[in-house]
């Protein structure tokens, strides 16, 4: 059934969380700053987003890190070892077919916020038909908003291939926004160092 022209276009977000925090040394996703979990933070900004439509991808320590997260859908990839196509495949392959784009997040960049995702989203909802990618230093990659045209892009990741692949392949359908908070992100323990105490 086609949607009333009225209706806003609707946004689904995936936050990836799968992998095994190697570099980090424990999981990262549970990592406590200013008080909050790591990937609450994310969730909690995708969700002034997306509202109840935020799925988190989990693959390594699956069980600890899932009775960690508050009520939110959940999805594990077991394939997860395979890099981060894998987890974007699945995330892509679960959204509901009234969907018309999904947001793209990682789950490991402290400074990405709901005001900075709001400018993605307002830029997508004026241009729907384009993906609206962040812009960092020389990286135009996630957060991410796809629209429904590239699903099937998407859905074809395999290995260690980002959604920055997708991104790349159409320079002409695809707005890039300065967002220099998504500039951080958490490897290693000592990264948290960097971080500035009083907007952890």
């Known amino acids: ?3 009333p022209a009225h209706t806003a276009p609707t946004l689904h977000a995936i936050v990836l969380a799968a992998g095994a925090s190697s570099r980090f040394g424990s999981p990262k996703q549970l990592v406590r700053l200013g008080g909050e979990l790591l990937l609450h933070r994310v969730i909690s900004a995708a969700g002034e987003v997306a509202g109840a439509a ?10 600890e890190i899932g009775m960690a997260l508050p009520p939110v859908g ?7 070892q395979e890099g981060i196509g894998s987890s974007i495949r699945a995330g892509v ?8 784009a999904v947001l793209v997040l990682l789950a490991d960049q402290p400074r990405v916020s709901a005001a900075s ?3 993605l989203v307002a830029a997508w909802r004026a241009q729907p038909r384009q993906i609206v990618a962040s812009r960092y230093g020389d990286v135009t990659g ?12 998407l859905c074809a990741l395999r290995g260690d291939v980002g959604a ?3 991104i790349a392949r159409y320079p002409d359908r695809m707005l890039a926004l ?3 908070e998504a500039a951080i992100d958490i490897d290693r323990p000592e990264d948290l160092l960097n971080l500035d105490p009083e907007h952890s």
């Open 1 to 3: 059934m086609t949607k």
């Open 142 to 153: 996630v957060p991410a908003i796809f629209p429904r045209w590239c699903f099937d892009d």
């Open 74 to 80: 959940l999805i594990v990839n077991r394939e997860w």
């Open 164 to 166: 920055r692949a997708v």
């Open 178 to 180: 300065a967002h220099p």
């Open 54 to 63: 935020v799925t988190v991808v989990l693959g390594a320590n699956a069980a």
């Open 93 to 100: 392959r679960r959204l509901p077919g009234a969907c018309d």
């Open 117 to 119: 995702l709001q400018r």
